[in-house]
DNA sequence: ACCTGAACACCGTTCAAGT
DNA sequence: ACCTGAACACCGTTCAAGT
């Protein structure tokens, strides 16, 4: 009869699922997922392996268990003050999601695995329920609400993992000139393109330097809302 | 002087590239991307690690290989007859990376893997060229061209690997009565979730019963088209 | 030039044993 | 109940050596 807990546990339990997780989330930020090893993990947490297995199952669950909690945390942010409008409250979830990548570049790739392998999951669950609650209002009639949602969820996911940053090579120092060092290569390597094969990349090299990731995506989920107003 | 090449090498050449990135395929294909080992390699092709690694370079480079054959070939489609309009084109496209995603479910990650850390690779080059030579008959201006061609990309590459399937556990044999005892699965979850929190959900558990992801797919390219058009 | 295959350093995971 | 850490099977990659 277990009226009472048993109140002094054996001993103290010195490691917490919870503890597991986040030192999980900080290898993965500072070192990619190459860099979250079982004794990684066991140096950090000064334990055995034994010890993270009794607590997670397997690296995949660490993985997905991570992912829920960013996830989940960029989700929270409250659904803005009372009278704002679908698209406002869209938004704000695309940017919460761009954000969360942007912070934590091995989320990209494990965003989509998680939304493709668990879809009753909090995590795709959780994106659907909140972009999918919008479409109504959007003007979107109710046999349309899940190509609508979907619409926007793939999109959203499509442009936020590519805008996600180089793994693994987190070796370079200066993350900054790493990335105006890239682009020039990158911008150099279009020009020598031959124009008659590839008349866009070079009508648009220009705009590529100049552009701002999250101006433009901004500009697609303005450009997905406009074409879902039409659907019927 | 070598005004003619060695004509015969030491011994017959019994290796190619090509045969490596071909059986890199099969296995992925087959098993995923866990499939993909040296050893696995060096089994089907009867040779030693070492003869691999004179071809390849690493197992990274493999993997993007294989990604940017697989999809140039997808490419390769012919550009329709004459008079096709540019969402004709689009569409082609578009249906052209679906159908090699479905076909290779390891694509799904590797593509977007390259199209972030190469964007000067063919891959990238060559699926944006593709698309962007048609936004400007879609009507869309020139100092929009990138930010068009950027949404569609991301779009159909979001679409795209979303309806990916599970890599991995291949292990199932009927591939199609998994597919319906997952969407089962899925469904009775959908319903046991709390109508007050997840009202979207419920109401749409049916349409994703019925939905089927290549159409939804075309819906959600018309909705991106259609809003296009009014990109000023 | 092309290939062999042993060797190396490093994985994830298990499990008998301890407290 | 919770943790330890040796052991196992398996990785990718290298490299001296062969032809």
């Given amino acids: 009869m277990p009226t009472r807990a048993r109140r002094t546990q054996r001993r103290n339990q010195v490691l917490s699922r919870e503890q597991i997780i986040d030192t999980a989330i900080d290898l993965l930020d500072t070192g990619g997922e190459g860099a979250l090893t079982v004794r ?21 669950e660490l993985l997905d268990t991570a992912t829920e909690t960013v996830i989940t945390a960029a989700l929270a942010t409250k659904p803005a003050r009372a009278a704002a409008s679908p698209e406002d409250e869209i938004r704000a979830v695309a940017l919460a999601l761009f954000d969360a990548i942007a912070a934590h570049q091995w989320l990209a790739t494990r965003l989509t695995l998680q939304i493709i392998r668990n879809p009753v999951g909090p995590v795709t669950v959780g994106i659907f329920e909140r972009l999918g609650q919008q479409v109504g209002a ?3 009639p109710q046999p349309r609400w899940f190509d609508a949602a979907s619409t926007l969820v793939h999109y959203i996911l499509g442009a936020v993992s590519q805008n996600a940053r180089v793994e693994g090579d987190t070796s370079g120092i200066d993350p ?19 124009p008659e094969d590839y008349p866009f990349m070079h009508a648009i090299v220009g705009q590529i330097r100049e552009h701002d990731d999250r101006e433009q995506f901004l500009t697609g989920i303005a450009v997905v809302l406009d074409g879902l107003t039409n659907l019927r």
Wanted: proline share 0%.
């Fill in 40 to 60: 990684a993990m066991t140096d950090r947490l000064a334990t055995g392996s034994g010890a993270i297995y009794y607590h997670v199952g397997n690296r995949d």
């Fill in 138 to 140: 959007l003007g979107v």
């Fill in 176 to 194: 900054d000139a790493d990335r105006e060092e890239f682009f020039d290569a990158a911008s150099a390597a279009w020009q020598a393109l031959d």
